[in-house]
């Protein structure tokens, strides 16, 4: 009943000895010995601040015995002020070490009292590679010039008049472009998805990602059944069968085709140009265009630039931890962009699918946060400001954007780490070889959504 007494403090503990072992790779296993006398010391400090406190029947308030109190409290007081002592002493020889730890340190067996009474124990430690001073003058960078043109601006519009389409059920065969509506069923290695009846499917021809149910459906009219082995895409939504092959069984709703708004004054208005001018919408577009192009030209250069960097250090090793969590941050990105609960069963289950794609994002950030460190690069206060005002000022409510970044720690943090990489960018860009390369605006779009 008083064991919230007993109160876990940070436990001042002088190591009496550390040895750090190099197991492979990135892991160190460091071997500690805590001085018994020091833990005692603190056991019964506890035991005195207790004997003060406890209520025990037949005896006054603060009168308790200390023989009573360590009968009763001196085990639970012994084991808390041992697991306190373990994490001051771990964190104590990490800093006594020089380690930069990539994860959590891992205990790996209960700490152990030896026959002279010290405390010793064994913890896993994976850490960061120590990178080489990075010759960025040896980089080579292919830097890619592309401008807005008329012709992106009239297919920006087009893409605006598809986006805004209406659909009118036909009772004909599927032809590319049209929306077909299907109920759909797999069966795979792990069983049926779904386990009974049929999913709901939408898809356009064409513009679906979908290759193999492009092809299916192609040709048939509602009411139409098929049975086919598809190989289905990786980001597909049902993760049992995302990135394999499985039976699929379909049937076909509905088959609408597309009909385009044509670009009136009210289809104009509808983007929030109130003169319902198509220049001053045009106008708009080349500004969204511009934008656009210059951050997937960052993007491009970036890409570009990791790619020069990894190849400088072919054998940088980088820590299995912060993959395997870059990983499951990227499954459980993948099921929320398909509406599904990211729960840690699936997300687990879904991760092994990226670790090559995770370990390369890894290998990157470490290498930017190299170059930004070594180069003493410092997150630019007004290039933040910038950006955050950028995405705020394509809201109808810009102040309330900006309050709502600054006010939230994470998503401050997500634009600091973007500013940063940029920075690092421009700076690289400064001082690498630079060779200007001619692209379309397309291009660069295309080529920077592949890199990202």
Same mark, same amino acid.
């Given at each position: 009943?008083?064991?919230?007494?007993?109160?876990?403090?940070?436990?001042?503990?002088?190591?009496?000895?550390?040895?750090?072992?190099?197991?492979?790779?990135?892991?160190?296993?460091?071997?500690?010995?805590? %001085?018994?006398?020091?833990?005692?010391?603190?056991?019964?400090?506890?035991?005195?601040?207790?004997?003060?406190?406890?209520?025990?029947?037949? &005896?006054? %308030?603060?009168?308790?015995?200390?023989?009573?109190?360590?009968?009763?409290?001196?085990?639970?007081?012994?084991?808390? !002020?041992?697991?306190?002592?373990?994490?001051?002493?771990?964190?104590?020889?990490?800093?006594?070490?020089?380690?930069?730890?990539?994860?959590? %340190?891992?205990?790996?067996?209960?700490?152990?009292?030896?026959?002279?009474?010290? $405390?010793?124990?064994?913890? #896993?430690?994976?850490?960061?590679?120590?990178?080489?001073?990075?010759?960025?003058?040896? @980089?080579?960078? /292919?830097?890619? +010039?592309?401008?807005?043109?008329?012709?992106?601006?009239?297919?920006?519009?087009?893409?605006?008049?598809?986006?805004?389409?209406?659909?009118?059920?036909?009772?004909?065969?599927?032809?590319?472009?049209?929306?077909?509506?299907?109920? &759909?069923?797999?069966?795979?290695?792990?069983?049926?998805?779904?386990?009974?009846?049929? #999913?709901?499917?939408? !898809?356009?021809?064409?513009?679906?990602?979908?290759?193999?149910?492009?092809?299916?459906?192609?040709?048939?009219?509602?009411? /139409?059944?098929?049975?086919?082995? @598809?190989?289905? %895409?990786?980001?597909?939504?049902? /993760?049992?069968?995302?990135?394999?092959?499985?039976?699929?069984?379909?049937?076909?709703?509905?088959?609408?085709?597309?009909?385009?708004?044509?670009?009136?004054?009210?289809?104009?208005?509808?983007?929030? =140009?109130?003169?319902?001018?198509?220049?001053? @919408?045009?106008?708009?577009?080349?500004?969204?265009?511009?934008?656009?192009?210059?951050?997937? #030209?960052?993007?491009?250069?970036?890409?570009?630039?990791?790619?020069?960097?990894?190849?400088?250090?072919?054998?940088?090793?980088?820590?299995?931890?912060?993959?395997?969590?870059?990983?499951?941050?990227?499954?459980?990105? !993948?099921?929320?962009?398909?509406?599904?609960?990211?729960?840690?069963?699936? $997300?687990?289950?879904?991760?092994?699918?990226?670790?090559?794609?995770?370990?390369?994002?890894?290998?990157?950030?470490?290498?930017?946060?190299? @170059?930004?460190?070594?180069?003493?690069?410092? $997150?630019?206060?007004?290039? =933040?400001?910038?950006?955050?005002?950028?995405?705020?000022?394509?809201?109808?409510?810009?102040?309330?954007?900006?309050?709502?970044?600054?006010?939230?720690?994470?998503?401050?943090?997500? =634009?600091?780490?973007?500013?940063? +990489?940029?920075?690092?960018?421009?700076?690289?860009?400064?001082?690498?070889?630079? #060779?200007?390369?001619?692209?379309?605006?397309?291009? $660069? !779009?295309?080529?920077?959504?592949? /890199?990202?």
């Amino acid at each position: 009943p008083c064991s919230h007494l007993l109160d876990h403090q940070q436990v001042n503990i002088i190591i009496m000895q550390v040895s750090v072992e190099n197991t492979g790779g990135l892991e160190r296993k460091l071997t500690v010995q805590v %001085p018994g006398d020091e833990i005692n010391d603190k056991v019964n400090s506890k035991l005195r601040e207790l004997s003060k406190q406890v209520r025990i029947k037949g &005896f006054r %308030p603060g009168r308790v015995p200390m023989s009573v109190v360590k009968q009763r409290y001196g085990k639970q007081a012994r084991q808390e !002020i041992i697991s306190d002592a373990v994490q001051a002493s771990i964190q104590q020889a990490i800093m006594d070490e020089k380690l930069r730890p990539a994860a959590m %340190p891992r205990l790996d067996s209960p700490p152990q009292d030896m026959d002279n009474g010290d $405390v010793s124990f064994e913890v #896993t430690i994976e850490v960061y590679p120590e990178i080489d001073t990075i010759d960025v003058a040896a @980089l080579n960078i /292919a830097r890619p +010039e592309a401008e807005v043109t008329d012709a992106d601006v009239d297919e920006m519009l087009k893409t605006l008049r598809e986006q805004r389409r209406t659909w009118n059920e036909v009772e004909r065969g599927a032809e590319e472009g049209d929306q077909v509506i299907l109920d &759909f069923a797999a069966e795979g290695e792990e069983g049926r998805v779904p386990e009974e009846d049929y #999913t709901r499917l939408s !898809i356009i021809i064409g513009d679906s990602g979908f290759e193999d149910m492009d092809k299916l459906v192609t040709g048939l009219e509602a009411g /139409a059944e098929k049975k086919k082995k @598809l190989a289905f %895409p990786e980001g597909f939504r049902e /993760a049992a069968i995302a990135g394999k092959k499985a039976k699929a069984e379909i049937k076909v709703v509905k088959v609408s085709e597309p009909e385009l708004p044509e670009v009136d004054e009210e289809f104009i208005q509808g983007f929030g =140009v109130e003169d319902g001018d198509i220049d001053s @919408l045009k106008v708009e577009i080349r500004g969204n265009l511009e934008r656009e192009l210059k951050q997937a #030209t960052t993007t491009l250069l970036k890409n570009r630039l990791v790619d020069e960097l990894v190849k400088s250090v072919p054998d940088l090793e980088v820590p299995q931890a912060v993959v395997r969590e870059e990983a499951a941050g990227m499954a459980a990105q !993948i099921l929320s962009s398909q509406g599904q609960e990211p729960d840690q069963e699936l $997300v687990a289950k879904l991760a092994g699918n990226f670790m090559d794609q995770a370990e390369k994002r890894v290998r990157a950030g470490l290498m930017m946060g190299e @170059l930004a460190q070594q180069n003493s690069i410092r $997150v630019d206060g007004a290039r =933040v400001r910038e950006a955050i005002d950028t995405v705020a000022s394509t809201y109808e409510e810009p102040a309330e954007v900006v309050q709502l970044y600054y006010g939230n720690q994470r998503l401050l943090q997500q =634009v600091e780490s973007s500013v940063l +990489e940029e920075q690092v960018v421009d700076w690289v860009l400064e001082n690498a070889k630079v #060779t200007p390369k001619d692209m379309s605006f397309q291009d $660069v !779009i295309q080529e920077s959504t592949q /890199a990202s």
